[in-house]
């Protein structure tokens, strides 16, 4: 690899990187030198982007003292199974993987389950979740 390049593994393509850095200049900004790509996409040429041109999402709610809500304990369980599609086990956690993917299942059966998930997560998040933010 040649200098100035760092490799990464990640098992799916759901990747965050965080980067420390000393910037000098308001110029050291324009344009951004961090790229991050697939190892495939590796040419040996720099890559760049207009991060100007990449769209703007609006910045998620926000809970407590200004917190952002990752989580919204109201759909967890209907987005559980894509995420569990995205990122698959881990050695050792297959087992765990059925057992939540047995739930998900007697909850697609069952309406009654279904809402006892839900009711549940709501619950976890009052009474869990929303102390930890105090």
């Keep these: 690899m040649p ?14 990187v965080f980067l420390r850095g000393l910037l000098q200049r308001p110029k050291d ?3 951004p030198q961090v790229m991050a790509y697939p190892l495939n996409q590796f040419d040996r040429t720099m890559k760049t982007k207009d991060w100007k ?11 407590g003292a200004g917190e952002i809500v ?17 990122v698959p086990p881990l050695p050792g956690e297959e087992t765990t993987y ?4 047995s739930v998900l299942d007697a909850a697609a059966k069952d309406p009654q389950v279904k809402q006892i998930l839900k009711e549940t997560a709501i619950a976890a ?10």
């Design 29 to 31: 900004l324009d344009p």
């Design 98 to 101: 059925t057992l939540i993917r």
């Design 125 to 134: 998040d009052k009474d869990l979740i929303a102390p930890l933010f105090h």
């Design 53 to 63: 041109k990449v769209p703007n999402f609006p910045a998620p709610a926000t809970q």
């Design 3 to 16: 200098s100035g390049y760092y490799v990464y593994r990640s098992g799916t393509n759901n990747v965050f």
């Design 70 to 86: 990752w989580v919204n304990p109201g759909t967890f369980f209907d987005q559980l199974p894509g995420v569990l599609d995205k």
